[in-house]
Protein backbone atom coordinates (compact mmCIF):
# COMPACT_ATOMS: atom_id res chain seq x y z
CA UNK A 1 0.00 0.00 0.00
CA UNK A 2 3.23 2.06 0.82
CA UNK A 3 4.72 1.58 -2.43
CA UNK A 4 1.76 2.70 -4.19
CA UNK A 5 1.13 5.99 -2.66
CA UNK A 6 5.02 6.46 -3.18
CA UNK A 7 4.53 6.25 -6.89
CA UNK A 8 1.56 8.36 -7.42
CA UNK A 9 3.05 11.04 -5.22
CA UNK A 10 6.19 10.97 -7.84
CA UNK A 11 3.58 10.83 -10.93
CA UNK A 12 1.81 14.06 -9.68
CA UNK A 13 5.43 15.43 -8.88
CA UNK A 14 5.93 14.98 -12.73
CA UNK A 15 2.67 16.35 -13.46
CA UNK A 16 2.97 19.43 -11.80
CA UNK A 17 6.55 20.04 -13.19
CA UNK A 18 4.92 19.42 -16.84
CA UNK A 19 2.39 21.60 -16.24
CA UNK A 20 4.72 24.58 -15.35
CA UNK A 21 6.78 24.07 -18.03
CA UNK A 22 3.42 24.23 -20.41
CA UNK A 23 3.72 27.22 -22.84
CA UNK A 24 0.87 29.72 -21.92
CA UNK A 25 -2.09 29.87 -24.14
CA UNK A 26 -1.49 32.89 -27.31
CA UNK A 27 -3.35 35.83 -26.75
CA UNK A 28 -6.65 36.33 -28.75
CA UNK A 29 -6.11 38.69 -31.66
CA UNK A 30 -7.53 42.22 -31.04
CA UNK A 31 -10.76 42.97 -32.74
CA UNK A 32 -10.06 46.26 -34.90
CA UNK A 33 -13.11 48.24 -37.08
CA UNK A 34 -11.01 48.38 -41.16
CA UNK A 35 -12.04 50.23 -44.02
CA UNK A 36 -12.40 49.02 -47.46
CA UNK A 37 -11.27 51.88 -49.92
CA UNK A 38 -13.20 52.87 -52.25
CA UNK A 39 -12.56 55.71 -55.42
CA UNK A 40 -14.39 58.91 -55.17
CA UNK A 41 -15.02 62.19 -56.28
CA UNK A 42 -13.70 64.96 -53.87
CA UNK A 43 -13.19 68.25 -53.32
CA UNK A 44 -9.63 69.26 -51.20
CA UNK A 45 -9.54 72.42 -49.73
CA UNK A 46 -5.59 74.31 -49.77
CA UNK A 47 -4.97 77.31 -47.60
CA UNK A 48 -3.09 79.81 -48.86
CA UNK A 49 -1.60 82.97 -46.89
CA UNK A 50 -3.11 86.22 -48.07
CA UNK A 51 -3.23 89.92 -47.53
CA UNK A 52 -6.23 92.36 -47.15
CA UNK A 53 -6.67 95.56 -49.14
CA UNK A 54 -9.38 97.93 -49.37
CA UNK A 55 -10.55 98.45 -52.78
CA UNK A 56 -9.36 102.19 -52.60
CA UNK A 57 -6.07 103.03 -50.38
CA UNK A 58 -5.43 106.67 -50.99
CA UNK A 59 -2.54 108.70 -49.39
CA UNK A 60 -3.96 112.50 -47.94
CA UNK A 61 -1.55 114.62 -49.10
CA UNK A 62 -1.78 118.92 -48.99
CA UNK A 63 -1.08 120.10 -52.52
CA UNK A 64 -0.32 123.67 -50.73
CA UNK A 65 1.72 124.48 -48.12
CA UNK A 66 0.72 126.09 -45.12
CA UNK A 67 -0.09 125.43 -41.38
CA UNK A 68 -2.79 123.43 -40.17
CA UNK A 69 -5.37 125.81 -38.71
CA UNK A 70 -7.56 122.96 -37.74
CA UNK A 71 -8.13 118.63 -38.25
CA UNK A 72 -11.89 118.00 -38.83
CA UNK A 73 -11.71 114.25 -37.94
CA UNK A 74 -10.40 111.74 -35.82
CA UNK A 75 -8.38 108.74 -36.55
CA UNK A 76 -10.46 105.56 -37.51
CA UNK A 77 -13.43 108.09 -38.28
CA UNK A 78 -15.71 106.84 -41.31
CA UNK A 79 -15.90 110.07 -43.49
CA UNK A 80 -17.88 110.56 -46.52
CA UNK A 81 -16.96 111.70 -50.07
CA UNK A 82 -16.53 115.29 -50.24
CA UNK A 83 -16.14 116.04 -46.46
CA UNK A 84 -13.58 118.07 -44.87
CA UNK A 85 -10.61 116.58 -43.52
CA UNK A 86 -8.21 119.14 -42.62
CA UNK A 87 -8.16 123.22 -42.90
CA UNK A 88 -5.13 124.55 -44.05
CA UNK A 89 -4.81 128.69 -43.43
CA UNK A 90 -6.24 130.38 -46.40
CA UNK A 91 -5.50 133.85 -45.52
CA UNK A 92 -1.95 133.87 -48.15
CA UNK A 93 -3.57 132.03 -51.14
CA UNK A 94 -7.17 134.63 -50.36
CA UNK A 95 -4.56 137.47 -50.59
CA UNK A 96 -3.15 135.94 -53.71
CA UNK A 97 -6.39 135.81 -55.14
CA UNK A 98 -7.24 139.35 -54.38
CA UNK A 99 -3.69 140.07 -55.96
CA UNK A 100 -4.85 138.69 -59.15
CA UNK A 101 -8.24 139.93 -59.40
CA UNK A 102 -6.44 142.86 -58.78
CA UNK A 103 -4.25 141.83 -62.00
CA UNK A 104 -7.60 140.87 -64.17
CA UNK A 105 -9.73 144.67 -63.39
CA UNK A 106 -5.96 146.16 -64.61
CA UNK A 107 -5.76 144.40 -67.84
CA UNK A 108 -9.97 144.93 -68.57
CA UNK A 109 -8.90 148.44 -67.79
CA UNK A 110 -5.91 148.42 -70.65
CA UNK A 111 -8.13 147.04 -73.09
CA UNK A 112 -10.69 149.53 -73.10
CA UNK A 113 -7.97 152.15 -73.44
CA UNK A 114 -6.46 150.58 -76.28
CA UNK A 115 -9.85 150.19 -77.69
CA UNK A 116 -10.46 153.59 -77.64
CA UNK A 117 -7.23 154.48 -78.99
CA UNK A 118 -8.03 152.16 -81.93
CA UNK A 119 -11.21 153.82 -81.99
CA UNK A 120 -10.01 157.54 -82.10
CA UNK A 121 -7.14 156.86 -85.03
CA UNK A 122 -9.51 154.96 -87.11
CA UNK A 123 -11.35 157.78 -88.52
CA UNK A 124 -7.90 159.93 -88.80
CA UNK A 125 -6.67 157.25 -91.40
CA UNK A 126 -9.48 157.22 -93.25
CA UNK A 127 -9.85 161.00 -93.52
CA UNK A 128 -5.88 160.29 -93.98
CA UNK A 129 -4.77 162.67 -91.02
CA UNK A 130 -2.65 160.37 -89.86
CA UNK A 131 -0.46 157.51 -90.92
CA UNK A 132 -1.89 154.31 -90.92
CA UNK A 133 1.01 153.20 -89.17
CA UNK A 134 -0.20 154.83 -86.26
CA UNK A 135 -3.52 153.01 -86.02
CA UNK A 136 -1.94 149.97 -86.66
CA UNK A 137 0.41 150.54 -83.60
CA UNK A 138 -2.68 150.99 -81.91
CA UNK A 139 -4.76 147.87 -82.81
CA UNK A 140 -0.68 145.73 -81.95
CA UNK A 141 -1.21 147.18 -78.39
CA UNK A 142 -5.30 146.09 -78.25
CA UNK A 143 -4.21 142.44 -78.73
CA UNK A 144 -1.53 142.32 -76.10
CA UNK A 145 -4.04 144.07 -73.51
CA UNK A 146 -6.55 141.40 -74.63
CA UNK A 147 -4.28 138.95 -74.24
CA UNK A 148 -2.84 140.40 -70.57
CA UNK A 149 -6.81 139.89 -69.84
CA UNK A 150 -6.60 135.96 -70.50
CA UNK A 151 -3.44 135.89 -68.76
CA UNK A 152 -4.99 137.75 -65.85
CA UNK A 153 -7.91 135.37 -66.26
CA UNK A 154 -5.67 132.03 -65.55
CA UNK A 155 -3.91 133.86 -62.71
CA UNK A 156 -7.47 134.25 -60.96
CA UNK A 157 -8.25 130.78 -61.84
CA UNK A 158 -5.04 129.59 -60.63
CA UNK A 159 -5.36 131.45 -57.08
CA UNK A 160 -9.07 130.30 -56.77
CA UNK A 161 -7.80 127.01 -57.29
CA UNK A 162 -5.08 126.88 -54.62
CA UNK A 163 -7.46 128.58 -51.60
CA UNK A 164 -9.48 125.77 -52.59
CA UNK A 165 -7.23 123.26 -51.63
CA UNK A 166 -6.96 124.93 -48.16
CA UNK A 167 -9.79 122.56 -47.61
CA UNK A 168 -8.65 119.04 -47.79
CA UNK A 169 -11.63 117.03 -48.15
CA UNK A 170 -12.05 113.04 -48.87
CA UNK A 171 -11.59 111.75 -52.47
CA UNK A 172 -13.77 108.96 -51.87
CA UNK A 173 -16.00 107.12 -48.64
CA UNK A 174 -13.81 104.97 -46.33
CA UNK A 175 -12.00 105.08 -42.53
CA UNK A 176 -9.32 107.54 -41.82
CA UNK A 177 -6.01 106.11 -40.52
CA UNK A 178 -3.22 107.54 -38.64
CA UNK A 179 -2.96 111.39 -38.07
CA UNK A 180 0.68 112.21 -37.71
CA UNK A 181 -0.30 115.77 -38.16
CA UNK A 182 -1.80 117.96 -35.80
CA UNK A 183 -3.23 121.05 -35.17
CA UNK A 184 -0.57 124.11 -36.03
CA UNK A 185 1.95 121.82 -37.88
CA UNK A 186 3.89 122.87 -41.29
CA UNK A 187 2.88 121.27 -44.42
CA UNK A 188 3.68 121.04 -47.68
CA UNK A 189 3.33 118.97 -50.99
CA UNK A 190 6.43 117.92 -50.51
CA UNK A 191 6.20 115.80 -46.79
CA UNK A 192 7.28 112.49 -47.44
CA UNK A 193 4.68 111.66 -44.37
CA UNK A 194 0.93 111.88 -45.80
CA UNK A 195 -1.87 113.61 -43.69
CA UNK A 196 -3.22 110.65 -43.42
CA UNK A 197 -4.58 107.21 -45.58
CA UNK A 198 -8.18 106.77 -46.16
CA UNK A 199 -9.66 103.27 -46.71
CA UNK A 200 -12.62 102.30 -48.87
CA UNK A 201 -13.70 99.02 -47.63
CA UNK A 202 -17.51 98.39 -48.54
CA UNK A 203 -15.55 96.21 -50.52
CA UNK A 204 -11.56 94.10 -50.00
CA UNK A 205 -9.38 92.69 -52.25
CA UNK A 206 -7.86 89.74 -50.77
CA UNK A 207 -4.21 88.90 -52.56
CA UNK A 208 -2.64 85.57 -52.41
CA UNK A 209 -0.23 83.71 -54.66
CA UNK A 210 0.00 80.14 -56.02
CA UNK A 211 2.82 78.23 -57.33
CA UNK A 212 3.53 77.65 -60.25
CA UNK A 213 2.62 73.98 -60.06
CA UNK A 214 -0.77 74.85 -58.30
CA UNK A 215 -1.83 77.55 -60.94
CA UNK A 216 -1.45 74.64 -63.60
CA UNK A 217 -3.17 72.45 -61.48
CA UNK A 218 -6.16 75.15 -60.69
CA UNK A 219 -6.39 75.98 -64.38
CA UNK A 220 -6.94 72.53 -65.56
CA UNK A 221 -9.90 72.43 -63.01
CA UNK A 222 -12.42 74.76 -65.15
CA UNK A 223 -13.87 74.70 -68.22
CA UNK A 224 -12.46 77.82 -70.91
CA UNK A 225 -10.30 78.72 -73.16
CA UNK A 226 -9.45 81.87 -71.67
CA UNK A 227 -8.07 82.58 -68.13
CA UNK A 228 -11.19 85.37 -68.46
CA UNK A 229 -13.29 82.47 -69.12
CA UNK A 230 -11.68 80.26 -66.40
CA UNK A 231 -12.44 82.76 -63.52
CA UNK A 232 -15.86 83.37 -64.48
CA UNK A 233 -16.32 79.59 -63.77
CA UNK A 234 -14.48 79.56 -60.12
CA UNK A 235 -16.51 78.76 -57.47
CA UNK A 236 -16.94 81.36 -54.21
CA UNK A 237 -13.28 81.15 -52.25
CA UNK A 238 -13.73 81.33 -48.21
CA UNK A 239 -11.20 83.99 -46.22
CA UNK A 240 -10.24 82.50 -43.34
CA UNK A 241 -9.41 85.20 -40.64
CA UNK A 242 -6.41 85.32 -38.29
CA UNK A 243 -8.68 83.41 -35.48
CA UNK A 244 -8.82 80.68 -37.64
CA UNK A 245 -12.65 81.69 -38.18
CA UNK A 246 -14.09 81.78 -41.99
CA UNK A 247 -15.34 85.08 -42.79
CA UNK A 248 -19.34 84.94 -42.91
CA UNK A 249 -19.36 86.59 -46.60
CA UNK A 250 -17.76 83.97 -49.48
CA UNK A 251 -15.91 85.92 -51.92
CA UNK A 252 -15.20 85.54 -55.98
CA UNK A 253 -11.58 85.29 -57.38
CA UNK A 254 -11.76 88.63 -60.13
CA UNK A 255 -8.08 89.23 -60.93
CA UNK A 256 -4.70 86.69 -62.26
CA UNK A 257 -1.57 88.71 -62.35
CA UNK A 258 -0.05 88.57 -65.77
CA UNK A 259 3.42 87.17 -65.10
CA UNK A 260 4.91 85.05 -62.21
CA UNK A 261 7.03 86.86 -59.67
CA UNK A 262 10.55 86.11 -60.98
CA UNK A 263 11.57 85.72 -57.11
CA UNK A 264 8.96 84.08 -55.04
CA UNK A 265 7.94 81.81 -59.07
CA UNK A 266 4.45 82.45 -57.51
CA UNK A 267 1.41 84.00 -59.80
CA UNK A 268 -0.62 86.62 -57.43
CA UNK A 269 -4.73 86.22 -57.93
CA UNK A 270 -7.37 88.42 -56.42
CA UNK A 271 -10.76 87.48 -54.42
CA UNK A 272 -12.70 90.34 -53.87
CA UNK A 273 -15.28 90.09 -50.54
CA UNK A 274 -18.27 92.00 -49.44
CA UNK A 275 -17.87 94.22 -47.06
CA UNK A 276 -20.49 96.40 -45.84
CA UNK A 277 -20.10 96.36 -42.02
CA UNK A 278 -16.62 97.22 -42.12
CA UNK A 279 -15.56 94.31 -40.17
CA UNK A 280 -12.21 93.88 -42.47
CA UNK A 281 -9.73 96.53 -42.65
CA UNK A 282 -6.80 97.20 -45.08
CA UNK A 283 -3.61 95.53 -43.52
CA UNK A 284 -5.39 92.76 -42.14
CA UNK A 285 -4.47 88.88 -42.83
CA UNK A 286 -5.54 86.17 -43.27
CA UNK A 287 -5.46 82.44 -45.94
CA UNK A 288 -8.07 82.12 -48.96
CA UNK A 289 -9.41 78.23 -49.07
CA UNK A 290 -9.52 77.50 -52.21
CA UNK A 291 -11.44 73.74 -53.77
CA UNK A 292 -9.67 71.87 -55.94
CA UNK A 293 -11.78 68.99 -57.65
CA UNK A 294 -10.16 65.57 -58.24
CA UNK A 295 -11.63 62.85 -59.95
CA UNK A 296 -11.71 58.80 -58.89
CA UNK A 297 -9.63 59.88 -55.62
CA UNK A 298 -8.64 57.94 -53.04
CA UNK A 299 -9.78 59.42 -49.13
CA UNK A 300 -8.85 57.66 -46.11
CA UNK A 301 -9.71 59.22 -42.56
CA UNK A 302 -6.77 61.25 -40.75
CA UNK A 303 -7.00 59.17 -37.90
CA UNK A 304 -6.06 55.66 -39.71
CA UNK A 305 -2.66 57.29 -40.13
CA UNK A 306 0.65 57.36 -38.16
CA UNK A 307 3.33 59.80 -38.66
CA UNK A 308 7.15 58.24 -38.09
CA UNK A 309 10.38 60.58 -39.30
CA UNK A 310 7.88 63.20 -41.25
CA UNK A 311 6.43 59.87 -43.64
CA UNK A 312 2.80 58.90 -43.02
CA UNK A 313 1.53 55.02 -42.73
CA UNK A 314 -1.61 53.14 -42.66
CA UNK A 315 -2.14 49.33 -41.44
CA UNK A 316 -2.86 47.53 -44.32
CA UNK A 317 -4.49 43.89 -43.66
CA UNK A 318 -4.28 41.00 -46.25
CA UNK A 319 -6.35 37.67 -46.00
CA UNK A 320 -4.69 36.44 -43.65
CA UNK A 321 -5.85 38.80 -41.79
CA UNK A 322 -2.38 40.11 -41.11
CA UNK A 323 -1.15 43.67 -41.09
CA UNK A 324 1.56 45.63 -42.73
CA UNK A 325 2.37 49.17 -42.08
CA UNK A 326 2.62 50.66 -45.79
CA UNK A 327 3.68 54.63 -46.32
CA UNK A 328 1.09 56.53 -48.17
CA UNK A 329 1.49 59.83 -50.36
CA UNK A 330 -0.82 62.60 -48.97
CA UNK A 331 -1.49 65.22 -52.05
CA UNK A 332 -4.70 67.13 -49.93
CA UNK A 333 -7.37 66.93 -47.47
CA UNK A 334 -10.99 67.14 -47.65
CA UNK A 335 -12.40 68.01 -44.01
CA UNK A 336 -11.10 65.24 -41.49
CA UNK A 337 -9.14 62.77 -44.44
CA UNK A 338 -6.42 62.61 -46.07
CA UNK A 339 -6.61 62.56 -50.35
CA UNK A 340 -3.90 59.92 -51.08
CA UNK A 341 -1.75 59.34 -54.47
CA UNK A 342 0.71 55.93 -53.71
CA UNK A 343 0.13 53.55 -50.94
CA UNK A 344 -3.17 52.22 -51.45
CA UNK A 345 -5.11 51.81 -53.60
CA UNK A 346 -8.96 50.46 -54.31
CA UNK A 347 -10.15 47.35 -52.72
CA UNK A 348 -7.32 47.37 -50.26
CA UNK A 349 -8.36 47.51 -46.32
CA UNK A 350 -6.69 49.45 -43.65
CA UNK A 351 -7.11 49.44 -39.81
CA UNK A 352 -9.43 52.28 -38.74
CA UNK A 353 -8.11 52.44 -34.90
CA UNK A 354 -5.90 51.09 -32.46
CA UNK A 355 -3.27 51.02 -34.98
CA UNK A 356 -0.36 52.66 -32.12
CA UNK A 357 -0.17 49.32 -30.43
CA UNK A 358 -0.28 47.10 -33.65
CA UNK A 359 3.21 45.67 -35.20
CA UNK A 360 4.56 44.59 -38.37
CA UNK A 361 2.32 40.70 -39.59
CA UNK A 362 0.19 41.08 -36.06
CA UNK A 363 -3.11 39.15 -37.00
CA UNK A 364 -6.56 41.17 -36.18
CA UNK A 365 -9.66 40.43 -36.00
CA UNK A 366 -11.53 42.63 -38.99
CA UNK A 367 -14.83 44.41 -37.49
CA UNK A 368 -16.51 44.12 -41.00
CA UNK A 369 -19.29 45.68 -39.20
CA UNK A 370 -17.98 48.99 -38.52
CA UNK A 371 -16.87 49.50 -42.61
CA UNK A 372 -19.90 51.02 -43.55
CA UNK A 373 -20.18 53.70 -41.02
CA UNK A 374 -16.68 54.31 -41.69
CA UNK A 375 -17.12 54.75 -45.14
CA UNK A 376 -20.10 56.88 -44.47
CA UNK A 377 -17.93 59.05 -42.46
CA UNK A 378 -15.37 59.49 -45.43
CA UNK A 379 -17.92 60.54 -47.56
CA UNK A 380 -19.12 62.73 -45.16
Known amino acids: MKKVTFLSLIALFFISCADKNAAPPA ?33 IRPQVSG ?11 YVNKGQTLFKINERPFREQLNNALASLHAAEAALINAQL ?3 KLAPLVQNKVVSDYQLKTAKASQKIAAANIEQARAMVASAR ?58 KSQYNGNTIGDKIKNLPPVTLILADNNAYAKSGKIDMVDGQFDKTTGAITLRAT ?5 GTLRSGNTGKIRLGIN ?6 IPQSAT ?3 QDKVFVFTLNKENKVSKMPVSIIG ?22 IDKLQEGQEIQPQKAAVEVAQIITKK
Open 117 to 119: EVD
Open 67 to 77: NLDRVLVDEGA
Open 27 to 59: PEAPKLPVLSIINENVTTETEYPASIQGTVDVE
Open 161 to 218: INLGYTNVIAPVSGYIGRLPKKQGSLVSATDIEPLTTLSDVHEVFVYFSLSETDFIKF
Open 294 to 299: HDDAIL
Open 333 to 354: KSGTNYLVSEGVKSGDQIVLSG
Open 306 to 308: IEM
Open 273 to 277: FPNAN
